[in-house]
């Protein structure tokens, strides 16, 4: 091999590693692979969210997470893991179609016990079921008082509920016909 041909090769050696270290030192675009859902839930729960409500919960048929947004010197809920897992699976069975709804609930509290006093929806999902199973989810917690006072007596919950179409509707069509020749 002649000099100026191994000057050439070198050259090319050169300019390819050169090249090849600019390539994997430039940042990689990543695009965005979460869904528009998926946002939208992370903002429901952002800590600085507005809304007065001392409670947030995320409820799907995978997930269920509660976010306490105030109070939390004087409250907290005590946490029950199984029956979290208990109200996911009951939510499940309606994940027939994508939707998301929020919905609030206005609990009071006896002040001498703390123990449930009377729930109402004061923004319904306008889904039936889904606004029942929101009503037995609130009759199941229990609450810890830290400082041995009842407060508050009345306080929201804001629930964002999602359901996520999870079969096809071919599949769909099949369970509700069994279920209507259950009915019969």
């Not at 050696?13 to 090849?20: F, G």
């Not at 508050?152 to 509700?176: A, C, G, H, N």
Request: one cysteine or more.
């Amino acid at each position: 091999m002649r000099v100026w041909q191994r000057y050439i090769v070198v050259t090319c050696i050169m300019s390819v590693a050169v090249l090849w270290s600019f390539y994997c030192s430039t940042p990689v675009q990543r695009t965005e692979t979460r869904t528009a859902v998926e946002i939208e839930n992370d903002k429901f729960l952002d800590p600085e969210a507005k809304g007065g409500e001392v409670f947030r919960v995320l409820f799907t048929s995978d997930k269920y997470v509660v976010m306490q947004r105030r109070y939390e010197s004087t409250i907290k809920k005590i946490a029950d893991e199984g029956g979290d897992k208990y109200m996911c699976s009951s939510i499940a069975s309606y994940d027939k179609f994508n939707e998301a709804r929020e919905s609030i609930m206005r609990v009071w509290l006896y002040p001498d016990s703390g123990k449930l006093m009377k729930i109402r929806s004061v923004k319904p999902t306008f889904l039936m079921e889904i606004d029942q199973i929101l009503l037995e989810d609130v009759q199941r917690w229990n609450f810890a008082y830290p400082k041995k006072v009842v407060n508050p007596t009345r306080f929201e919950i804001l629930y964002r509920v999602v359901l996520q179409k999870k079969l096809s509707d071919d599949q769909i069509m099949k369970e509700i016909r069994e279920q209507i020749k259950q009915q019969h």
